[in-house]
């Protein structure tokens, strides 16, 4: 009798244990069903639509949009590249945006005026390096901003009136009193891209791009960075998201993203540096 009475508590402590577990697992199972799993909410179905300056088109495509989509499965980066200006314009005109992310606060900042952009989100999140280029098989006698007052041919920068790699080259040109003397020589491209593309083709002699931008092609070779007095301020990438942001959520989760170690990792890994 004493024994059964002994199997009877056995029994009834094992089934306790096992109504138990099955509760955790139950509870586990409907989580994952919901598509919770204790940290991100799921964004299947969601979208985001990125307006990103031109510099960011190998970084963004290549690596980073891969990596969220995987990290959200069933969520999908749409990206606009551009100058920062023509970005700029486009949003102000009507362009479906959820995130922007400049080459300058110069156009952020105009539509935080706008009330565009929600500020509280803004976050001056890298930095680049403006540098003088020349094509990979170049031999000409170019070595620094300074030697640029001897060039005959054909001289490529971003227009400043819209490209913030322009904004920088003409700003470095004038502290360095170059300006003057070359801008007859001046090709104004529509964004850093075709400005690094017509070094790399040869249909310039030389051109000023970003560090990051240089760093992505090996038909191009730096010849030398701007003095660091020749900027007034550095070269610092903003982001933020639009107030008319389609998913709110689905937009903080891709800036949460960004600031994350390994999205940071990958901004580095393509020349940019995080600021701090």
Not at 21 to 33: I, K, M, P, Q, T
Not at 83 to 91: E, F, K, M, R, V
Not at 133 to 149: G, M, Q, R, T, Y
């Amino acid at each position: 009798m004493k024994l059964n009475k002994k199997m009877l508590i056995v029994a009834v402590i094992a089934v306790i244990a096992i109504v138990c577990a099955s509760s955790v697992v139950s509870a586990g199972f409907f989580d994952f069903l919901s598509g919770s799993n204790g940290s991100d909410a799921s964004l299947d179905g969601k979208e985001v639509n990125l307006a990103a300056a031109a510099s960011l088109k190998n970084v963004y495509d290549e690596k980073l949009i891969p990596m969220f989509e995987e990290k959200y499965p069933g969520a999908k980066v749409t990206p606009t590249y551009g100058s920062s200006g023509d970005l700029q314009t486009q949003i102000e005109n009507g362009l479906e945006t959820d995130v922007f992310m400049s080459a300058a606060n110069k156009q952020m900042n105009a539509l935080i005026d706008e009330g565009l952009v929600d500020n509280d989100t803004n976050l001056q999140f890298l930095e680049n390096k403006v540098v003088l280029i020349v094509p990979a098989d170049s031999d000409a006698n170019i070595s620094s901003f300074e030697d640029l007052k001897n060039v005959d041919g054909t001289i490529a920068i971003g227009d400043p009136e819209s490209v913030p790699a322009g904004q920088y080259a003409k700003e470095a040109l004038t502290n360095l009193g170059i300006w003057d003397s070359i801008e007859s020589k001046l090709s104004l491209g529509t964004d850093v891209t075709a400005v690094l593309n017509q070094v790399a083709q040869g249909s310039a002699d030389c051109g000023i791009v970003y560090a990051t931008d240089a760093k992505s092609t090996e038909d191009v070779k730096v010849v030398c960075e701007a003095p660091e007095d020749a900027l007034d301020t550095p070269v610092i990438y903003p982001v933020a998201m639009i107030k008319d942001a389609k998913d709110a959520d689905a937009a903080q989760a891709f800036l949460d993203f960004l600031q994350t170690q390994e999205a940071k990792d990958i901004f580095v890994e393509y020349g940019f540096t995080i600021h701090e």
